[in-house]
């Protein structure tokens, strides 16, 4: 079977100001500039978005929402919706990444609405999944990837493989310089296919995009991105310097 198309994610967590995140997208909008074979998506914070937009929006580069609430609008202090994604430009979102779920306590349950949410409103659910070190030593891997999955993405129907992406992200390899090995990765993302296959035929499973994420370097990039069931990276710390960004992006490219 022919590779899927790569998409690769920049999540820039709680990194850069406005004028920063405006100074590494003009960057980024150099060396980007004859990409045609990888998708490629940056999450800047919440405050750059409509500076970054600015600067990107008429590049390859889209643009995505580190999380969002899944409610319209209301008094919810803190939070923000689909709707004030999109108009700043974004079509993609971030939901359940591994700081949200362990630093802020987000549940499966919450985290199941979200994506619904993204998913009514035309916003490409990046969904995070992924085990901490604990699990691993257990042998835990697939049951707690398993259970994020069943409960992350109950009831929802996929049709187009294209309106969603799962990211694949052990949390032990998040931020520690210790990416999982390209074997290790696959695995995991051949299990997680093969879970989605059930819940949503064999033949969407087969096109949906995985994510792998956790340490992704441009010296490791290659082979990661080579492995058969991985469909692209969602990088952080690498993520913020638009040489290592677009360095994996070419990874990308050399193994599409
Ligand atoms: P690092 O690339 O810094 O390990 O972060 C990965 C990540 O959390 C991307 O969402």
Redesign the pocket.
Known sequence: MAKRRLVIGG?W?MYKTPTEAATTSKALKVKLINVEAVDVVVCPPATALLAVNQILKDTVVKLGGQNLHWADEGAFTGEISAKMLKDAGCSYV?VG???RRHVFGERDEGLNKKAIKALQEGLIPIF?VGETLDDRERGRTEAVVREQLQNGLAGIVVDDPGSIVV?Y?PVW????GVNATPQQAEDVHAFIREFLGQLWGKATADQVRIQY????KPQNAEELLGQENIDGA??????LNADDFAAIIKAGQSVS
């Open positions: 999540n967590k971030i990444h591994s700081e995070c990211a992200e390899a998040i931020g520690t994420g956790g340490s992704v969602l990088v952080g710390g690498a993520s």
